[in-house]
C-alpha cells in the first residue's frame, strides 16, 4: 500500500481542478476505550477497518489526548517503524511548525493553528461532536477543543444515534462536492459505561476514582458492551465513509483497580494504552 506523500497545499495552489480533492475523513474517539476491552469486543465494523493496533496515547485524559490529536500527535505504536501508526516515524497530519517532521514524510502538512483550521483551509467542511465535557463550549476550557469546528455538536452525555443523526443533517447542508473532515467523540465508552437502553443502572459508576464500591468485572462487562453496542450503531457511518479515510481510537484508557487506582487522569499503563484503527484511502491527498 502506497500514499501520496506531497503537501495537498503545495497541490491545490497550482491547480483549481477540484476533481483533485481529497478524500473525507472521519475521525473517532472511543472516549475511555480500554485496549484489552476493545480486543474482547464483538465490533466486527470498527474491526473491519484494518489490523489493530496496541497504541500509546499522547496523554491519560480528554483533553490533552484531544489537544495532542488535533496538532497531528495521533496514537501510535512506537515498536513500529511505520508511517502513520507511529506518528514519531511518520505523521497523518504534520503541522507546519508543530514539532519534529518524523523519518518519513507526513501524509499531508497543514498550514494552521491545528489541523481543524488546517483542513478547514484546504476546504474540507469541518464537523465535529464531542460527548464530554471538554467539549461543552458553554464552559471556557470547553471552548478550545471545539472553536475551530464550523459546526460543532455537544452532546452532554452518551447519545451516539443523535451525534451521527445530526452529522447526517449538517452534512446534508453543506456542499456535498467538498470533503469533510467529521471528528466524532463517543461517550458510551466512558464511565458509567452506559447505552440508551442498557440494562443496568447508569447511577451505578463501578469505576469510581477513590471508590470504595467497585468492581472491575462489572466494569469490564459493562465498557465491552457499549463497544459492542456502538459498533452496531456506527455501522451506517461507517458505510457513509466506505471510500474515505478512518481513524478510530480511545483518548486514554480507563484503569480497573491496577495499582490501586481507577477511571484515568493519571498516568498510568492502562490509561495509556489504547486501541487504534486507521484506514487511509489510497488518494487520501491525491
Ligand atoms: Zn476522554
Same mark, same amino acid.
Given at each position: ?10 497541490? *491545490? ?40 493496533? +496496541? ?7 480528554? @483533553?490533552?489526548?484531544?489537544? #495532542? ?22 505523521? &497523518? ?31 474540507? +467542511?469541518? *464537523? ?16 478550545? *477543543? ?20 445530526? &452529522?447526517?443533517?449538517? $452534512?446534508?447542508?453543506? %456542499? ?18 452506559? @447505552? ?7 447511577? @451505578? ?16 462487562? +459493562? ?10 450503531? $456506527? ?6 465513509? #466506505? ?33 487504534? *484503527?486507521? +484506514?487511509?484511502?489510497? %488518494?487520501?491527498?491525491?
Amino acid at each position: 500500500m502506497s500514499f501520496t506523500r506531497q503537501s495537498l497545499g503545495s497541490r *491545490l495552489r497550482g491547480n483549481d481542478d477540484l476533481t483533485l480533492m481529497p478524500r473525507s475523513i472521519l475521525f473517532i474517539t472511543l472516549d475511555s476505550c480500554r485496549y484489552d476491552a476493545f480486543v474482547e469486543a464483538r465490533a466486527p465494523n470498527l474491526k473491519a477497518l484494518s489490523s489493530l493496533c +496496541r497504541a500509546r496515547a499522547p496523554s491519560h485524559f480528554t @483533553y490533552g489526548s484531544h489537544a #495532542a490529536f488535533f496538532m497531528g500527535f495521533t496514537p501510535g505504536d512506537f515498536s513500529l517503524r511505520e508511517p502513520y501508526v507511529n506518528p514519531k516515524y511518520g505523521k &497523518i497530519f504534520r503541522m507546519e511548525g508543530g514539532g519534529h517532521p518524523g523519518a518519513s514524510p507526513p501524509l499531508v502538512t497543514l498550514a494552521g493553528r491545528n489541523i481543524v483550521d488546517g483542513l478547514k483551509k484546504l476546504g474540507y +467542511r469541518t *464537523l465535529g461532536t464531542g460527548a464530554v465535557n471538554w467539549f461543552n463550549p458553554e464552559r471556557p476550557t470547553g471552548r478550545v *477543543l471545539s472553536a475551530d469546528f464550523e459546526h460543532f455538536a455537544y452532546a452532554r452525555g452518551p447519545s451516539l444515534e443523535r451525534q451521527i443523526a445530526w &452529522i447526517e443533517s449538517t $452534512l446534508g447542508k453543506s %456542499d456535498p462536492a467538498a470533503p469533510a473532515f467529521v471528528f466524532l467523540n463517543v461517550g458510551e465508552t466512558h464511565v458509567p459505561y452506559y @447505552y440508551e437502553g442498557a440494562p443496568w443502572d447508569r447511577s @451505578y459508576n463501578p469505576a469510581q476514582a477513590f471508590g470504595e464500591n467497585n468492581d472491575a468485572v462489572e466494569a469490564r462487562r +459493562r465498557q465491552i458492551a457499549c463497544i459492542e453496542w456502538c459498533d452496531r450503531t $456506527l455501522e451506517p457511518l461507517l458505510a457513509r465513509f #466506505a471510500d474515505d479515510s478512518v481513524i478510530a481510537c480511545a483518548d486514554h484508557g480507563d484503569c480497573w483497580g491496577e495499582d490501586g487506582l481507577w477511571e484515568h487522569g493519571v498516568s498510568h499503563d492502562k490509561t495509556l494504552e489504547v486501541p487504534l *484503527l486507521l +484506514r487511509l484511502a489510497p %488518494d487520501a491527498f491525491a
